[in-house]
């Protein structure tokens, strides 16, 4: 696959010689917008990086969106957030520091870390 520089370098050759032409401006803003966005939301006993997780749901617009959070689940996609990170997920939102976690409390399931990730 082509990268985005390369995407440019082509598209500035063509340009120069007069060749450019609309599929090129279209390849680069498929390459530019990087694909489809999926969020991942992580919830951690702390509000670190390196705490270990409750829960977790992901949300993808082309994949039939899981939108509920399962505390019950037993497999959890990573072990904490920076696990996520290492697989290529970026985190766009850190957790509120206000109140602590506490095990059976109804109004807050953990410290929510959500993730950002763009694909095909």
Do not use: N
């Not at 599929?23 to 990087?34: F, K």
């Not at 992901?58 to 904490?80: F, K, R, T, V």
């Amino acid at each position: 696959m082509i990268t985005l520089e390369q995407a440019f370098d082509q598209a500035r050759q063509k340009l120069e010689s007069g060749q450019l032409a609309a599929h090129d401006l279209d390849q680069l803003y498929q390459l530019a917008r990087g694909g489809r966005q999926r969020l991942l939301y992580l919830y951690a006993l702390q509000p670190t990086v390196r705490a270990g997780l409750v829960a977790s749901t992901i949300q993808d617009s082309q994949a039939g969106s899981l939108c509920q959070i399962d505390p019950l689940a037993q497999e959890l996609p990573y072990q904490c957030v920076m696990d996520a990170v290492a697989d290529g997920w970026r985190v766009i939102h850190f957790p509120d520091h206000r109140a602590p976690y506490q095990e059976g409390r109804m109004d807050m399931l953990g410290y929510e870390f959500i993730l950002e990730k763009y694909g095909a």
